[in-house]
């Protein structure tokens, strides 16, 4: 596996998958009322989210049905994002969709935290 080269886009496509990852544990955090109550959750929840993804079975492998499903997880959108790097040799604009996707979700999940945080401290 050659690796030189693509450094800067691996970052890139790992800075926006952890920005993915810190929205959904804002929101988990935030909506969760103990720490014994997010933990489970959160590990269930992203072990469903890998499974759904392509991380455990290869799309391709998958039912037709579950391969729509899984265009619908984050997971699925930062691993084609490292495929299309490591295996496609792709550019920044090929990698774009799939970035933005996870930035999308940061920002919604980021949102949908401070306003559900909001709301609960108003009452």
Do not use: C
């Not at 579950?66 to 691993?79: C, E, V």
């Amino acid at each position: 596996m050659e690796v030189a080269g693509r450094i800067p886009l691996l970052l890139t496509v790992a800075f926006f998958a952890g920005l993915a990852a810190v929205g959904l544990g804002l929101l988990l955090g935030t909506i969760a009322k103990s720490q014994e109550q997010s933990a489970p959750f959160g590990a269930t929840f992203v072990v469903i989210l890998a499974a759904i993804g392509g991380v455990w079975v290869p799309v391709f492998a998958m039912p037709h049905f579950m391969q729509t499903i899984s265009k619908l997880s984050p997971m699925n959108w930062g691993l084609n994002a490292f495929y299309d790097v490591f295996l496609r040799n792709v550019g920044i604009g090929e990698i774009l969709p799939e970035i933005s996707a996870l930035f999308l979700f940061f920002i919604a999940t980021t949102m949908v935290a401070i306003i559900y945080n909001e709301r609960k401290n108003a009452v």
